[in-house]
């Protein structure tokens, strides 16, 4: 088995996939219902809330923007986070952690995307 995908289920499709496009550095056809993003060997997908009728009916749905439900944190990996910090910071985010090296190694930094979920962009130590 393979993830090939994590998808959003949003209300604006449009503005989160161009923002992630923006992210990755891709060129996507935006539309108001569906969009993929390639983002490496997966890629982000952008659902319409009404479209995502399949869910747990023993659960009851979250009101749009109330934050109930599990955490998402998307991870990117980039050959040096430092570089990318002046070009993603210009994309408006707000920045949670600054790029930080982790016990592990890992250079990291984490910010939120424009409808508040968690992004981190790390690079792997040579």
Same mark, same amino acid.
């Given at each position: ?16 996939? #161009? ?9 996507? #056809? ?12 997966? =890629? ?18 979250? #009101? ?13 990996? =980039? ?28 250079? =990291? ?18």
């Amino acid at each position: 088995m393979e993830l090939v995908q994590a998808r959003l289920v949003t209300d604006d499709v449009m503005g989160l996939a #161009a923002f992630y496009a923006k992210l990755v550095r891709a060129e996507v #056809a935006l539309n108001e219902y569906y969009v993929e993003v390639p983002a490496g060997a997966a =890629s982000i997908g952008f659902s319409r809330r009404q479209f995502t009728e399949y869910r747990d009916h023993r659960r009851p749905a979250p #009101a749009a923007g109330d934050g109930i439900g599990d955490e998402l944190i998307l991870d990117f990996v =980039s050959s040096d986070v430092d570089q990318e910090h002046e070009r993603i910071a210009a994309l408006g985010v707000d920045l949670v952690m600054p790029a930080t090296t982790q016990p592990w190694g890992n250079r =990291s930094m984490i910010f939120t995307d424009p409808r508040g979920n968690l992004v981190n962009v790390f690079s792997r130590p040579a």
